[in-house]
Antibody
Framework: QVQLVESGGGVVQPGRSLRLSCAASGFTFSSYAMHWVRQAPGKGLEWVSLISSDGGNKYSADSVKGRFTISRDSSKNTLYLQMNSLRADDTAVYYC?????????????WGQGTLVTVSS | EIVLTQSPGTLSLSPGERATLSCRAS???????LAWYQQKPGQTPRLLIYGASSRATGIPDRFSGSGSGTDFTLTISRLEPEDFAVYYCQQYVTSPLTFGGGTKVEI
């Protein structure tokens, strides 16, 4: 079955960096686009970034553009989110998610999330 | 950016009642790329509806989606106790993908 397991969250000071990882299993990782979505405490869902199945196309929300970089390593079946210049409003649970089918499709599978807290 | 506005913010209903949730888009993007998710407290979002009206695998038929253009609706025909949750709509036709602010369905 599809499994997505995020790691790398924690407490970090404003302005510092953090890299999140998402280990994927149970499907052919290289066939699917992957996403990061975040949810601030008590708030709604915010899409963060998308990477195409081959890694050639990447898209990000304006709120993270220039600071966050999505990437993937198909040899390790792992998705990454490099987060630089972190701000207090980046505090959230970060979910990795897989599209439902390997075409333009919604987020059919989600990890359990990893909490990132940006605080001095 | 396509802005999705959900209403109402909170819906107070009883088990057995019908729930009607609205999602309005700031621009017309057809109907093929609108999804609905359910999120219960402390849980991961779950895909309910895609393509505006297709139920995801394992979703009970009391959940139905409709609409096109700029106006979309999620209907829960008869609320079960496990349906009390927050519901989000999302468009996935163009970047940035966007979510609505959510509707909380409470007892």
């Amino acid at each position: 079955q599809v499994q997505l397991v995020e790691s790398g969250g924690g407490v970090v000071q404003p302005g510092r960096s953090l890299r999140l990882s998402c280990a994927a299993s149970g499907f052919t990782f290289s066939s699917y686009a992957m996403h990061w979505v975040r949810q601030a405490p008590g708030k709604g869902l915010e899409w963060v970034s998308l990477i195409s199945s081959d890694g050639g196309n990447k898209y990000s929300a304006d709120s993270v553009k220039g600071r966050f970089t999505i990437s993937r390593d198909s040899s390790k079946n792992t998705l990454y989110l490099q987060m630089n210049s972190l701000r207090a409003d980046d505090t959230a649970v970060y979910y990795c998610a897989r599209e439902r089918v390997p075409v333009v499709s919604p987020l059919g599978y989600w990890g359990q999330g990893t909490l990132v807290t940006v605080s001095s | 950016e396509i802005v999705l506005t959900q209403s109402p913010g909170t819906l107070s209903l009883s088990p057995g009642e019908r729930a009607t949730l609205s999602c309005r888009a700031s621009q017309n993007f057809g109907s093929s790329s609108l999804a609905w998710y359910q999120q219960k407290p402390g849980q991961t979002p779950r895909l309910l509806i895609y393509g505006a009206s297709s139920r995801a695998t394992g979703i009970p038929d009391r959940f139905s989606g409709s609409g096109s253009g700029t106006d979309f609706t999620l209907t829960i025909s008869r609320l079960e106790p496990e349906d009390f949750a927050v519901y989000y709509c999302q468009q996935y036709v163009t970047s940035p993908l966007t979510f609505g602010g959510g509707t909380k369905v409470e007892i």
